[in-house]
């Protein structure tokens, strides 16, 4: 039995890429049955994402094959949510649009996952995280200043205001269906996601805090005091010390206190000269002897870790923050936690078509010698 705050709940995942599958790890993390839909062709072969794929069963079916958009029908009709990622209108042209799904199970929960969302002007056009974050000035945001733009790798886009986004969108809506017995769809798009991120800055600027030009903010690498540094050995720290407190400790253990030029922490006009002398002073040791400096000290520096360093990190290891893979590599282990539905270890990511046959005989009703017809026909892998 699965473990988790959404044991009970079943999810079909109509196989995509990015943020729609990262929605049905993180609901198979907290205890879903999700079952992804993959296509025949890939029947067979080794997951083609060890970490975002893990915990589902996978069922390999051609969706768009008549008879495999029934049998994927019959799938959904016995479940209590499905997610899709395409473009609008092409899950309604494989007859798996809502007004066909939601006939046949008034309390489905219907997830739609896009970058432009399922109207508007763009809403036809192709798209990738870097296009979405763009439109939305998060994007423009990001970066040194006088230079380019910085992609932060596709993370605002497709996870956070995507993936993430529809996660809570069908989990709000799957509570809704369970006191009401009313399904509906949730339109999540990348967009609308990041926009929603930048609530905080959106405050900023509507309060004069924040000009509209990147790398010139309190929050955007502009503010010395709350910025990363190169040190002696080409690796870095970031320092994030905003609070007094945390400036004052951060200025004890650089031997900067009573420096007139760090006397006035908000004062814009010398936060050049301010982040030069930090600049000079971080650049004269190593990354791993500045952590020593500023370990235990109050100064919110922390050193810069790359992807394989982090996992051995002693405050992430011992909160097992990263676990080992079945793949062999680390891979951050679910979140968040609960005391009373605890989560348990996530499944490794399945074969594509491991389970067709156990599922459609399950859950689809489907006979042995049907699955087998199927199979022949390649509408099933």
Same mark, same amino acid.
């Given at each position: 039995?699965?473990?988790?705050?959404?044991?009970?709940?079943?999810?079909?995942?109509?196989?995509?890429?990015?943020?729609?599958?990262?929605?049905?790890?993180?609901?198979?993390?907290?205890?879903?049955?999700?079952?992804?839909?993959?296509?025949?062709?890939?029947?067979?072969?080794?997951?083609?994402?060890?970490?975002?794929?893990?915990?589902?069963?996978?069922?390999?079916?051609?969706?768009?094959?008549?008879?495999?958009?029934?049998?994927?029908?019959?799938?959904?009709?016995?479940?209590?949510?499905?997610?899709?990622?395409?473009?609008?209108?092409?899950?309604?042209?494989?007859?798996?649009?809502?007004?066909?799904?939601?006939?046949?199970?008034?309390?489905?929960?219907?997830?739609?996952?896009?970058?432009?969302?399922?109207?508007?002007?763009? !809403?036809?056009?192709?798209?990738?995280?870097?296009?979405?974050?763009?439109?939305?000035?998060?994007?423009?945001?990001?970066?040194?200043?006088?230079?380019?733009?910085?992609?932060?790798?596709?993370?605002?886009?497709?996870?956070?205001?995507?993936?993430?986004? /529809?996660?809570?969108?069908?989990?709000?809506?799957?509570?809704?269906?369970?006191?009401?017995?009313?399904?509906?769809?949730?339109?999540? !798009?990348?967009?609308?996601?990041?926009?929603?991120?930048?609530?905080?800055?959106?405050?900023?600027l509507a309060k004069g805090g924040w000009e509209d030009r990147r790398g010139v903010n309190m929050?955007?690498?502009?503010?010395?005091?709350?910025?990363?540094?190169?040190?002696?050995?080409?690796?870095?720290?970031?320092?994030?010390?905003?609070?007094?407190?945390?400036?004052?400790?951060?200025?004890?253990?650089?031997?900067?206190?009573?420096?007139?030029?760090?006397?006035?922490?908000?004062?814009?006009?010398?936060?050049?000269?301010?982040?030069?002398? /930090?600049?000079?002073?971080?650049?004269?040791?190593?990354?791993?002897?500045?952590?020593?400096?500023?370990?235990?000290?109050?100064?919110?520096?922390?050193?810069?870790?790359?992807?394989?360093?982090?996992?051995?990190?002693?405050?992430?290891?011992?909160?097992?923050?990263?676990?080992?893979?079945?793949?062999?590599g680390p891979e951050p282990s679910p979140a968040p936690r609960f005391t009373t539905t605890p989560?348990?270890?996530?499944?490794?990511?399945?074969?594509?078509?491991?389970?067709?046959?156990?599922?459609?005989?399950?859950?689809?009703? /489907?006979?042995?010698?049907?699955?087998?017809?199927?199979?022949?026909?390649?509408?099933?892998?």
């Open positions: 039995m699965s473990a988790g705050p959404l044991a009970g709940i079943r999810v079909v995942e109509l196989g995509g890429i990015g943020p729609a599958p990262f929605c049905g790890m993180l609901l198979a993390d907290l205890g879903a049955e999700v079952i992804r839909v993959d296509r025949p062709a890939e029947a067979g072969k080794d997951s083609p994402h060890p970490v975002i794929l893990r915990g589902r069963s996978s069922v390999a079916v051609n969706l768009k094959d008549a008879e495999g958009a029934a049998v994927v029908r019959e799938l959904i009709a016995r479940s209590d949510a499905v997610i899709e990622g395409f473009r609008p209108g092409v899950a309604e042209r494989l007859g798996l649009g809502p007004d066909v799904l939601l006939a046949a199970n008034p309390k489905l929960v219907y997830g739609r996952m896009t970058g432009w969302g399922q109207d508007g002007p763009l !809403a036809q056009e192709p798209g990738h995280d870097i296009n979405y974050i763009a439109v939305t000035g998060a994007l423009h945001a990001m970066g040194p200043a006088g230079g380019d733009p910085v992609p932060p790798l596709n993370l605002v886009g497709d996870f956070g205001g995507g993936g993430m986004l /529809l996660a809570l969108g069908l989990v709000s809506a799957l509570l809704h269906a369970r006191t009401s017995g009313e399904g509906q769809v949730v339109d999540a !798009a990348m967009t609308d996601g990041t926009a929603l991120l930048l609530a905080m800055t959106y405050g900023f929050l955007d690498g502009g503010a010395p005091f709350y910025a990363v540094y190169r040190c002696a050995d080409d690796r870095h720290v970031a320092v994030g010390a905003i609070e007094p407190q945390f400036y004052a400790a951060l200025l004890r253990v650089l031997g900067l206190e009573g420096d007139e030029r760090f006397a006035r922490q908000h004062d814009r006009a010398n936060w050049a000269v301010m982040k030069g002398e /930090l600049t000079r002073l971080f650049a004269t040791r190593t990354r791993d002897e500045w952590a020593r400096a500023f370990d235990g000290q109050g100064a919110c520096v922390s050193p810069v870790l790359s992807l394989n360093e982090a996992p051995e990190h002693p405050h992430n290891s011992a909160r097992s923050t990263y676990r080992r893979g079945p793949h062999g989560t348990g270890e996530p499944a490794p990511a399945p074969r594509v078509g491991a389970d067709t046959t156990e599922v459609l005989a399950t859950l689809a009703g /489907l006979a042995p010698d049907d699955i087998d017809t199927l199979r022949e026909k390649g509408i099933v892998g």
